[in-house]
């Protein structure tokens, strides 16, 4: 019964996030050990305090931002602060065809291989930042 019940849960945590492609199924989640926190109610409140709402012209239309891209890293996705460093110039690339120039503002290091996991380009956009991946 108890493993029904967290193979419903698996199952309503993909449903959530709506997958296209490859995905674990949920008994493979099931399998690993993995469980669904439902305690999440303190997270909520801390990503409410670092997301705020940048209303438009129309009230009923707005966009929400996060304030400090470090301290989201930190404290909603669990990172080290370590995990993220200021991106080097080398990995600036332009692209004139579009007049425009690609230039991360972190990057992630890769530990194991050296070079990078993951660049992160943050730009300001009104009262907060907008992050590209």
């Not at 108890?2 to 949920?26: C, M, N, T, Y």
């Not at 301290?71 to 065809?97: H, M, Y």
């Not at 660049?119 to 300001?124: A, F, G, S, W």
């Amino acid at each position: 019964m108890v493993k029904d019940r967290e193979i419903q849960a698996h199952k309503e945590w993909l449903g959530f996030l709506q997958p296209v492609g490859l995905v674990v199924s949920p008994t493979a989640l099931n399998n690993a050990q993995m469980s669904v926190n439902r305690n999440v109610v303190e997270l909520q409140q801390r990503l409410s305090e670092i997301v705020s709402r940048d209303s438009s012209d129309d009230s009923t239309n707005y966009t929400c931002v996060i304030s400090d891209f470090l301290t989201f890293t930190v404290e909603i996705l669990g990172w080290q602060p370590t995990d993220l460093v200021e991106s080097p110039e080398d990995l600036e690339v332009s692209l004139p065809e579009y007049g425009e120039t690609l230039q991360p503002t972190y990057a992630v290091p890769d530990p194991d291989k050296g070079g990078w996991l993951m660049l992160v380009q943050v730009r300001t956009k009104k009262l907060g930042w907008v992050f590209i991946f």
